[in-house]
């Protein structure tokens, strides 16, 4: 089974979650549970308005918002998540200006592959 992708997305300069983003990690949170699902992996990006160090940071801060939402609800076992980070180095749309799209955490869920 290929992996979901599921993305919270951020206002520009923000790395708090909306009302609809912690939707998505509610969602996220019970699919992983209900489904039985192996591991999550978040990547946080942002767009490339501001300094590569300043977007480094808040790409940063924006997947450990969701790595630390995601692990309140209580549906996600230590050990199961890891956050990276990737600033505007890897953007989701390539736009050098304000895209909204790359103002976001992907969100991963992996699951357990059958053996033969």
Do not use: C
């Amino acid at each position: 089974m290929h992996p979901s992708l599921y993305q919270v997305r951020f206002d520009t300069g923000k790395y708090d979650i909306s009302p609809e983003g912690q939707q998505t990690i509610d969602e996220v949170a019970s699919i992983f549970q209900d489904e039985h699902a192996s591991f999550i992996t978040l990547v946080g990006h942002t767009d490339a308005v501001g300094s590569a160090a300043a977007n480094a940071e808040l790409a940063h801060r924006r997947a450990m918002a969701v790595h630390d939402a995601l692990m309140g609800t209580g549906k996600i076992p230590a050990g199961r998540m890891e956050a990276a980070w990737t600033g505007e180095e890897e953007q989701n749309v390539q736009n050098p200006g304000a895209e909204p799209r790359n103002r976001a955490v992907d969100i991963y869920i992996l699951y357990n592959v059958p053996q033969p």
